[in-house]
Each structure stands twice: as C-alpha cells, then as structure tokens.
C-alpha cells in the first residue's frame, strides 16, 4: 500500500492533524510527515493548509472518498479473516436515542454482549439529532420514527406507545381537555416534533393533527418528565416512560380516548457494515433482545 493513505484519510475525516494524530495514536509531526510524503510521491496537493483550517482540494477530495472506500473493504477482508479463525474482535460504533430507553433498557442488553464477546469494544454515542450513518461512521443506530426510504436496512424492533400527561396540580389550573383540539392554548413540554396525530380509540382511522405551544423544547425524557411533575407543562413521552407515576398518582394521563400514532423503534445499518462479522453478531443479538417487552426500572 502507498504509505501515508491511512494517515491521510484520517485527517480528512477529522479535519485536523491534531485530532488525526490523536485518532492514531501517533504524533502531529510524524503525521504530517507521512502525508507530505505522500503528496510528494503522488505529484499533487490533497490538503490545503492555512493558519485557521485545513480543506480538501478538488484533487484530495476524489482522492479521500475513493481511499476511504477502499480501507473499508481492506478491514471487511481483516475482519473476514478474523471471523475464518472465530476470534470476534474490534470497534462497534452505535448511535441511539438517548433517555431512559438507552440508559435502562439498550445498554444491559449490550452488557451481556460485550460479556459474550470481551474482545469487542463498543462505542455508544447518544446524540439525539439524526445522525448520517455513512458520513460519521457509525456501524448502526437504534432510531424512533419514521426512517425516509434509503440505502439503509432498517429491522422493525416493535411500536412505542406514547400518551400525554400532566400534574394533578397542572390540571386544576388549566383544565382537563376532551379533545385534543383543546390542547390548543396548554404549555407543552416537547422533543423534536411540533405537530401530532390523535385518533380516537374508538375509530382508528380517523385522524385529527395537533399542532402544539411548545414552552419547553428538549430533547431529553427526563427533562420533559419533571417538567411535567413540577407542574410547568404537559408532556408526550412513552407510556413505559410514565407508567410508574402514573400508577402512583404524581402523573395524569390526559385524553384516554384518544391515541396518538405509535412510533417504530427499529434498528437501521448501512447494508456492507452488516458484513462485518462482529457488527452482524451484534444486529442479531439486538434485534432478538429488543423486540420483547420494554421493562424499565423507573
């Protein structure tokens, strides 16, 4: 292999020499040497550096997409033979939907994988915005929600029911809606989504669209959650989510007949990571563990 072609990928994905050399493992200065090189024997400028940041050239970036491609392949064919020997090792990137669901209920399923496999590392990013698998790298990701139609294999894990609730304090100030056309002028506490589709328990079909005041954006269910207990919005959360206050009380489910449209949880892969022996062990394993029910602690 032309030396310099792993060190120069690496910049190209970091953007940085620093943050490369971290990656490697190996010093700034011997990086840059080794991509130097590499210019100087191609007869081409990849990089172009300035005091403030360094950018693909036209050349590097025809260059960078099609050494990247070709790394993958080259660690597809070390991984395959590893597999050829049954020894499963290396790195799982994973990116999931963060909150309870990942903090008690996704990660002791990885626990017990990483107990099968001790010799697999695996990195779990958390970052609620949707990510793009093939550009950040990630092996897979658990996603909620509507996937757009893509490259990407999607496996359905099951549907999340999601209700609204609200203090008992919140209610008697504000009311108890009947409709979700009520809804209208209550402070919400809400993720990502503005707009939500209600359909009576009686008459699933139909559909009615809520369009909601949100007062408190946030991407986090605990957020939202004691947003709710404290009395400052109602929120939408999964029911495994709430079911322990509302069982207790502290939290009122509003609109019982009515449904809001529930959410696929699924397990989404870029198609040539799935041959990746360590990552295939790992799709399977999840796609069993998390199709059974959802048991959470809190």
Known sequence: MQTGIPEFVAVAQHGSFTAAASALDTSKSRLSQAVSR??????VTLL??????ISLTEVGEAFYQQCRQGLELLNLAIDD???????????????SVGGILAEQWLSPVLFRFMA???????ELDLTSHRVDLIAEQFDLVVRMGELPDSSLIARPLQQIE????AS????????????????????????????????????????IEWHARCSLRCRNGHVMKRAALNGTALTILPRVYLQPEINSGTLVQLLPDWQL???TLSLVYPQHRYR???VALLVDFLTEALRGPIHLTV
């Open 261 to 263: 449209k529930p959410a």
């Open 81 to 95: 033979a590893q597999a050829q020997q049954q020894k499963v090792t290396g790195n799982i990137r994973i990116n």
């Open 168 to 207: 008992p304090d919140f209610i008697a100030r504000h009311g108890v809606p009947r409709h979700p056309d009520d809804l209208r002028d209550f402070p919400a506490a809400l993720g990502s989504l503005n707009r939500y589709h209600f359909s009576p328990a009686v008459s699933p079909t139909d559909s």
């Open 162 to 165: 999601s209700i609204v609730c």
């Open 116 to 122: 099968l496999y001790p010799e697999i590392t695996i």
């Open 48 to 53: 172009q550096r300035t005091t403030r940041r």
């Open 38 to 43: 590499l210019e100087r024997d191609l007869g």
């Open 276 to 278: 990746l022996h360590r």
